[in-house]
């Protein structure tokens, strides 16, 4: 196994331009102005097979974290092959010392299989195939509720995409942050985001009713893929269905720029009624796209220098009185109340 970082895995751009984003050289770039880290290439041997990772250090500590499944060709390996492939990589990390704990992905990034020794939740995705459909055949596939919504806005509300739309789009974003209580990324961000991929690999949405901006959208993508990460809408909105037009607008969109896929990001598989992402994950799985279920999983590499690094943690969240963090693999394990099988 091979693990190219910086200007070595820029390198292999080209051959990555229609891969998902996280493989690509823009996001790379993106990442290394943004965060300050790099996110390298895990090849196999042969390099016919590649996983994007990104390694980082907090208090002295590394971690590293998988960033999308190993792809050959753009195409997903057999679910036996990638199990090899993450066995591999994990033994690599491990001789190599280059990590004591890989931490959760992304919540896009799921396995068909969790290596031996991890610690894994089962996790889904809606995903809309756009090719294989006309736009006539993709609204018909639209739940009954979709159709009407947007049927009844249409000629009402108006979308707008590209840069110029940004800043709305943020003010919508933020707001919708700060009423969830999670955690907002800065404008900055976005606009270093803007600068690195382009309006050619990035979908920046708003829709409008009377110039008021009601909900925006912002999807990086390629040819590969689309992925549905950042979202907003108004507090209050006098027209009901305008953040459903806006969606059946982008999915427009993207099909006409040749996209093979929208992936909304994240489907809880633990009961859902009565929580907070009961009414989210039924807006996504509305747009007719097919449930995809996997795996999210963590590792810890170096167990006792990861232990101690929880220990240490711990101790410093119980002085500030604040909770112990739990990631989503937490969090869905102690939901389904089971262990899952490694």
């Not at 036996?80 to 591999?88: G, I, K, R, T």
Request: with cysteine; net charge positive.
């Amino acid at each position: 196994m091979i693990l190219l970082t910086d200007r070595a895995a820029d390198d292999l751009g080209e051959r990555f331009a229609d891969y998902p984003f996280p493989f690509t050289t823009s996001y790379r770039r993106f990442y290394r102005q943004q965060a300050k880290q790099e996110i390298a290439l895990l090849l196999s041997d042969c390099k016919s097979t590649a996983m994007p990772i990104r390694v980082y250090k907090v208090k002295g500590f590394r971690f590293s974290q998988l960033l999308y499944p190993p792809l050959q060709a753009a195409t997903n390996l057999h679910p036996a092959d990638e199990l090899d492939f993450l066995s591999e990589a994990v033994h690599f990390l491990q001789q190599n010392k280059i990590c004591q704990r890989i931490v959760q992905p992304p919540t896009y990034c799921l396995f068909q299989s969790p290596p031996q020794g991890s610690i894994a939740c089962s996790f889904g995705s809606y995903r809309l195939r756009l090719q294989q459909r006309s736009d006539e055949e993709l609204f018909a596939n639209l739940h009954s509720k979709h159709r009407n919504v947007i049927r009844k806005v249409t000629g009402k509300v108006q979308t707008a995409f590209g840069p110029a739309e940004l800043k709305n789009f943020y003010t919508l974003y933020h707001q919708t942050m700060v009423r969830a209580k999670l955690h907002c990324e800065p404008l900055s961000y976005f606009e270093a985001l803007y600068a690195c991929l382009s309006e050619k690999n990035l979908l920046c949405g708003v829709v409008y009713h009377e110039e008021l901006p009601l909900a925006g959208l912002l999807m990086p993508y390629s040819r590969s893929a689309a992925f549905y990460l950042f979202g907003g809408t108004a507090e209050e909105t006098p027209i009901n269905g305008a953040n459903n037009y806006l969606h059946w607008e982008a999915i427009k969109r993207l099909r006409a720029a040749n996209v093979d896929h929208l992936d909304y990001v994240g489907a809880r598989l633990s009961p859902l009624e009565g929580t907070k992402y009961a009414g989210m994950q039924r807006f996504k799985a509305r747009f007719g796209g097919t449930l995809h279920k996997g795996y999210l999983w963590k590792m810890n590499i170096l167990p006792w220098q990861a232990k101690f690094f929880d220990f240490m943690l711990q101790a410093k969240q119980i002085m500030r009185g604040r909770r112990i963090y739990a990631d989503i693999i937490d969090q869905e394990r102690h939901a389904l109340q089971r262990e899952p099988v490694c």
